[in-house]
């Protein structure tokens, strides 16, 4: 976790530029550890600093919110960008997680065949 948010960054968002990309963190992760990951980059996203976080992790959707959540789409041979929408999932959310509705294919984003 310290290569992710060393102390030095984590203490200062003026060193930490406004928009960090960060492709599958939660490789290699113990699942617990995935939960941690999440709770770090919320953390370290305030103050007007921006996350992007590619996964395939439901464990890591899990621990988002739908408003944290933008899918990706290819339609026309066009990537489509969609922010989730919490009301428009509010009845799923009773009963299942937001990594459940993923895997179950209700919020998009599986590959194309």
């Given at each position: 976790?310290?290569?992710?948010s060393p102390p030095s960054c984590a203490d200062s968002a ?35 600093k921006q996350f992007i976080v590619s996964t395939q992790s ?56």
């Amino acid at each position: 976790m310290r290569a992710i948010s060393p102390p030095s960054c984590a203490d200062s968002a003026k060193l930490r530029p406004d928009t960090i990309l960060i492709d599958e963190p939660e490789l290699g992760l113990h699942p617990y550890a995935v939960a941690i990951l999440a709770t770090l980059l919320r953390q370290a996203s305030g103050g007007g600093k921006q996350f992007i976080v590619s996964t395939q992790s439901v464990e890591l959707v899990n621990e988002l919110s739908p408003q944290d959540v933008i899918v990706v789409d290819r339609k026309d041979g066009a990537s489509v960008f969609e922010r989730l929408d919490a009301e428009r999932l509010k009845d799923w959310l009773e009963d299942y997680a937001l990594g459940e509705l993923w895997k179950m294919n209700v919020l998009g984003g599986r590959p194309s065949r």
